[in-house]
């Protein structure tokens, strides 16, 4: 048990590296990749944990040991990928758009990358890990192994905690969107209503003033013919010039 929680430990932290290693890469920035708040991703410590379990007695056999790995990884990750996204309501990682992935939470991509650090880490890293912990002595390594299990654990429930805040704020958000896309309807549906109504009556008036205008009596056309520059000072201009429009007609 001493020796597996310091797999955990230090995978978890080389893990963190790679992490941070692969998105500065990628954005050209640092970011602090993870679950937890922490220099540690607890999903590389399992991982090779279980791989230095169930697969390090395969270690002469270099295929069987990375079809094993490809398998064993590939499982714990869509595992974990499913878990939290069920537990917490959030897709911490997503290939969705990448080819042969399955639900988004695996790929053959990663999956061989995976299988590839695998047998890396087996034959050349986890025999310098074995030395480190050989190397230091006992008492020191039950101290390293309590302080940084402490500060995991505290790092985990203020993680979980923040997580389930951060769900009740998005949870309150939603339903004051809501709120405000119902009573956006509400107000548009009477705009449009209105508007509606309004574009009716003004074709009806329309229709209304042509017919007017059609049946505008000979006597006038003459009088306005007769005097082509008259004006009104009673009624809308626009409205004078349409009928002296039509008598052009």
């Keep these: 048990m001493y020796r597996y929680l310091f797999y955990f430990l230090i995978y978890s932290f080389l893990g963190w590296c790679v992490e941070v290693c692969y998105a500065t890469l990628n954005t050209r920035k640092f970011i602090n990749r993870g679950f937890l708040n922490g220099p540690y991703c607890p999903i590389y410590g399992v991982g090779i944990m279980c791989i230095i379990y169930f697969v390090f007695p395969l270690k002469n056999n270099m295929f069987i040991l990375f079809i094993a790995s490809v398998i064993l990884t590939s499982v714990l990750e869509f595992l974990t990928g499913f878990i939290l996204e069920k537990i917490f309501h959030y897709r911490w990682w997503d290939y969705s758009n990448v080819p042969f992935n399955i639900c988004g939470y695996i790929c053959l991509k990663f999956s061989i990358l995976w299988g590839i650090a695998c047998v890396l880490v087996v034959d050349i890293i986890h025999p310098v890990v074995e030395g480190i912990i050989s190397w230091l002595p006992l008492l020191v390594g039950k101290i390293i192994l309590t302080v940084a299990g402490t500060f995991i654990l505290i790092d985990f429930l203020v993680t979980v905690k923040t997580v389930l805040k951060l769900n009740a704020k998005l949870e309150k958000l939603e339903r004051i969107a809501g709120d405000i896309?119902?009573?956006?309807?509400?107000?548009?549906?009477?705009?449009?209503?209105?508007?509606?109504?309004?574009?009716?009556?003004?074709?009806?008036?329309?229709?209304?003033?042509?017919?007017?205008?059609?049946?505008?009596?000979?006597?006038?056309?003459?009088?306005?013919?007769?005097?082509?520059?008259?004006?009104?000072?009673?009624?809308n201009e626009d409205t004078f010039t349409a009928i002296k429009d039509v008598d052009k007609k």
């Design 181 to 235: 896309h119902r009573f956006s309807d509400k107000i548009g549906g009477k705009v449009s209503s209105d508007f509606m109504a309004a574009q009716d009556k003004i074709e009806e008036l329309k229709r209304k003033r042509e017919e007017l205008l059609k049946n505008i009596p000979w006597l006038e056309k003459r009088i306005m013919k007769s005097f082509p520059d008259m004006k009104s000072t009673k009624y």
